[in-house]
């Protein structure tokens, strides 16, 4: 299945971010990392390929995810963003069963065994 057919696109910032999405993530789903910060026109490409698809923006609890945070409100407001606690700071070091729940909350299928 090519990503131009999925329907649902989560948004992390690095590599470790989108390793531990892949491990949770029970369904077909891309995600996409912006390595920290995304240029104007590197924004403007990504927004032209999410046309029509189901954003999710999950980034790290920290000031360079409020940043991205801020900046994907402001350019695809129709994004939605999902959250984690602000004790583990970052999405690579938050438990998988954190994970699980935040994405479950936002109707996005994981394996069950992080729920338990």
């Known amino acids: 299945m090519a990503f131009d057919d999925l329907e649902k696109v989560i948004i992390v910032e690095g590599r470790t971010d989108k ?3 892949e491990t949770v993530v029970n369904e077909p789903v891309e995600i996409i990392c912006t390595n920290g910060t995304i240029s104007i026109s590197k924004l ?20 360079a ?29 938050a438990p998988e069963h954190h994970i699980a729940t935040v994405l479950l ?11 338990l």
């Open 19 to 21: 390793k531990k999405i």
């Open 65 to 93: 995810g409020d940043k991205l945070r801020k900046q994907f409100k402001r350019e695809f407001p129709e994004a939605r963003h999902l959250f984690i606690d602000k004790t583990y700071r970052e999405v690579a070091t």
């Open 44 to 63: 403007d490409e990504l927004i032209e390929h999410l046309f029509n698809k189901d954003v999710y923006i999950l980034v790290d609890a920290d000031s």
């Open 105 to 115: 909350s936002a109707n996005i299928d994981v394996h069950a065994e992080f729920l």
